[in-house]
């Protein structure tokens, strides 16, 4: 019988449980997406309470576009020596990191004065931020591209043991896979063969930078869960495509902003309701060689166990649970009580990723 707690070994890297710390945006970052103290410190704490694996927040690949206030950023090599004693700290735990590399495109709080772009597939409003976006050139698709192979480059350098590749939530990526957002007329855009294109693309950029050997992850929409959003049957077709071209994991989420009430990504949620990505996550799994990770309302241990030993998925990831109780991988060695989040989604708020519980 297989447990939550097996040591597992995923491209070459050694994980310690199969628990991975969801990409969680801590808002925390300085004004030019540098590292600070805090978040040092929310790291550090996630690495001693026990996670095997932690993703970073989404992390800034080009100062070219508008970004978060708090939003982290790997856009240049400034950022390599205080990732490198980031990643020091977290190995010297036994645990491993790897960055979320992210374009936001229309999702994000643009300054009319700050001469930043909006980057998007097409000039579309986003139903959510209302940030109309310019369409992205072929000169620029490929600008965007480069930005993540580099930064991806500079990511193996300081020492992370792989990126993500956000393609899910409404970001750039995310939306050349959405037909309500992408109505371009050339090669990006008409069938789900072709608005994939340009996922496939990026991590072929990033693939070609960093070699066969280095850990490369994506996370990606189950569904959009809005009227012209990207189906499952989309998702399918890409991650099969991925798996194809040597994909190392695949994290099944779903939904942005855009999505209908309590139909995105942070859902609040009963507890007969948890795991809301499963079936999805389990379908996927089931077509693929690829290792999957299933994100989405992962709260009790026995229900996880269940998964893991009645489907395919291999790996769950939190991120609330992990905002509440940084140690909780750590407690549910000894108790397997489920964990305390309440799934309020009251800890996002503009001064930080905090658990009000705390």
Request: with cysteine.
């Amino acid at each position: 019988m297989k447990s939550l707690f097996d040591e597992t070994e995923l491209a070459g890297m050694r994980l310690k449980n199969r628990f991975i710390r969801s990409a969680t945006f801590e808002r925390l970052a300085d004004k030019n997406g540098h590292m600070t103290k805090r978040l040092y410190g929310i790291y550090g704490d996630l690495a001693k309470g026990g996670v095997g694996t932690i993703i970073t927040g989404l992390t800034s690949v080009s100062d070219l576009e508008n970004v978060y206030h708090g939003q982290a950023g790997i856009y240049d090599n400034t950022f390599i020596d205080e990732y490198q004693d980031l990643t020091g700290m977290v190995h010297r735990y036994n645990a491993n990191i790897i960055v979320q590399l992210a374009c936001n495109g229309s999702q994000a709080s643009v300054d009319a004065n700050s001469g930043k772009a909006v980057w998007g597939p097409s000039p579309v409003e986003d139903l959510a931020f209302k940030n109309i976006p310019r369409e992205m050139t072929e000169r620029e698709i490929v600008l965007v591209q480069k930005a993540f192979a580099d930064a991806a480059e500079r990511a193996r350098k300081a020492g992370f043991d792989g990126v993500q590749i956000h393609a899910a939530h409404g970001f750039l990526l995310s939306k050349f896979l959405t037909p309500y957002y992408n109505r371009r007329t050339d090669q990006y855009s008409g069938n789900y063969a072709d608005r994939s294109r340009m996922v496939l693309e990026t991590y072929g950029a990033i693939r070609d930078r960093v070699g066969p050997d280095y850990p490369v992850l994506v996370k990606i929409n189950s569904e959009d869960f809005f009227e012209q959003g990207m189906t499952f049957s989309d998702c399918k077709y890409v991650c099969r495509k991925l798996a194809d071209l040597g994909i190392d994991a695949i994290e099944i989420s779903g939904g942005s902003r855009s999505s209908r009430p309590n139909e995105g990504f942070a859902r609040i949620i009963p507890p007969e309701q948890e795991s809301y990505y499963k079936k999805y996550a389990s379908e996927v799994a089931q077509e693929i060689k690829t290792p999957v990770i299933l994100v989405g309302g992962n709260r009790d241990v026995k229900a996880m166990t269940d998964i893991l030993n009645n489907t395919a998925i291999e790996y769950f990831s939190l991120c609330r649970p992990l905002i509440c109780e940084s140690d909780l991988i750590n407690r549910w060695e000894k108790d397997t009580a489920p964990a305390k989040c309440i799934s309020c989604n009251k800890c996002f708020s503009s001064e930080g990723t905090i658990c009000i519980l705390g």
